[in-house]
């Protein structure tokens, strides 16, 4: 495959901080989404090496991440090519991106109240998902994001104190607070031993006020609700999610490939 033409290409950002490949993943999402390769094409893996200051072993498996998600289709002779109809609407359920970049991309005002606080026990969706006793101390973090001054997602969020680092064990049980953190995803990198690796998401539809919601809505309107399970590598619970969705300012694609 030739080279594409430095002067059509956009200069990539370096890889951040964190698993290299799941930064380097995220990096050319990012790149991706923000329509930075002309014709959706990738350039050949040494010159994306190169950009990134990563090995071509990196560049390669989150090629391949980026493969199996669905995102990009590779074959020989053609190069890779970003999949026709990806977009933030169409990926968000495998929260590679945030809820903030999807909400964003429709509306000028995004913004987003957040809280944490610890609670000595789970509730009963907690206990059944994350196979915990209920008297389990899980970290509760409550999300509402608001898109032109209306609540669009809402998110809560029950991660077992126990799996996270004993520093912040401690100060969270000395009375101290969560620092506030971008993501779930993000917070799970430091849980020693319970990073998420996988989530796995159930498509629950309802309608206020038959089912509780912190979303202004009128009776009778339908929302969506998500609820995920967050597992580590060894396949264990380690958080759930349930996710709000008023779909008069969210609707998800689900995009199938081979």
């Known amino acids: 495959m030739t080279s ?7 200069a990539l950002q370096r890889v951040g901080n964190g ?6 993943t995220n990096t050319l999402l990012d790149a991706i989404l923000n329509r930075q390769f002309p014709d959706n094409r990738l350039p050949p893996e040494p010159e ?22 669905g ?24 929260r590679l991106i945030g809820f903030r970049g999807l909400l964003m991309e429709r509306h000028d005002d995004v913004q987003v109240n957040q809280r944490y606080w610890l609670r000595d026990h789970t509730d009963e969706i907690g206990t059944r998902t994350l196979k915990v006793p209920t008297e389990t101390p899980v970290i509760v973090s409550e999300k509402t994001f608001v898109a032109d001054g209306h609540p ?3 998110i809560s969020d029950q991660i077992p104190l126990q799996y996270c680092a ?15 953190q971008d993501s779930i995803f993000e917070f799970s990198r430091s ?13 629950i539809p309802a309608v206020a006020p038959a089912e509780r919601t912190t979303l202004q809505l009128e009776d009778g309107t339908p929302f969506m609700r998500l609820l995920e399970t967050h597992y580590n590598v060894a396949g264990e619970p380690v958080a759930m999610s349930e996710v709000h969705v008023d779909d008069r300012y969210v609707r998800f694609n689900v995009v199938r490939h081979d």
């Open 48 to 69: 994306l090496a190169e950009q990134l200051a990563v090995s071509r072993t990196t560049i390669r498996a989150a090629l391949q991440s980026l493969e199996r998600l």
């Open 191 to 203: 849980w020693p031993g319970r990073e998420i690796d996988h989530t796995v998401v159930e498509l």
């Open 4 to 10: 594409t033409d430095p002067a059509t290409t956009p």
């Open 19 to 24: 698993s290299l490949t799941g930064r380097t």
């Open 152 to 154: 669009a997602i809402h």
């Open 166 to 180: 004993p520093a912040l064990q401690e100060q969270l049980l000395s009375g101290g607070e969560v620092p506030a």
């Open 71 to 94: 995102v990009l289709s590779r074959a020989p002779g053609r190069g890779t090519m970003v999949r026709a109809h990806v977009g933030r609407e169409s990926i968000v359920l495998q």
